[in-house]
Nanobody, 124 residues
Framework: EVQLQASGGGLVQAGGSLRLSCAASGFTSDDYVIGWFRQAPGKEREGVSFITSNDETTYYADSVEGRFTISSDNAKNTVYLEMNSLKPEDTAVYYC?????????????????WGQGTLVTVSS
């Protein structure tokens, strides 16, 4: 069974940095996508970034491009999201998720397994 666990959230001041981690296990295929999503109170869950397992193709939402960097460490079975120049509007619960059945849709309904969220709070 695929299992994902997000960690690394916390409280940070605007302009600061934080690195989130997604520990993954249970994959039976070498072809999947790990995505980061976030959801603020009263808002819909939105895609932030993703990375593919095979060729490490990456994608960033316009709101975070240039500030966030996604990367993977296959030896550790971990995907990271480095967040720099954080803004109060980045405050949300961040989730990592996996698309294993090749939906290739960067939206919550396209992802099959989800980790527990980790809260990121950016103060002004």
């Amino acid at each position: 069974e695929v299992q994902l666990q997000a960690s690394g959230g916390g409280l940070v001041q605007a302009g600061g940095s934080l690195r989130l981690s997604c520990a993954a296990s249970g994959f039976t295929s070498d072809d999947y996508v790990i995505g980061w999503f976030r959801q603020a109170p009263g808002k819909e869950r939105e895609g932030v970034s993703f990375i593919t397992s095979n060729d490490e193709t990456t994608y960033y939402a316009d709101s975070v491009e240039g500030r966030f960097t996604i990367s993977s460490d296959n030896a550790k079975n971990t995907v990271y999201l480095e967040m720099n120049s954080l803004k109060p509007e980045d405050t949300a619960v961040y989730y990592c998720a996996a698309d294993i059945d090749h939906d290739y849709v960067f939206a919550p309904h396209g992802y099959d397994y989800w980790g527990q969220g980790t809260l990121v709070t950016v103060s002004s």
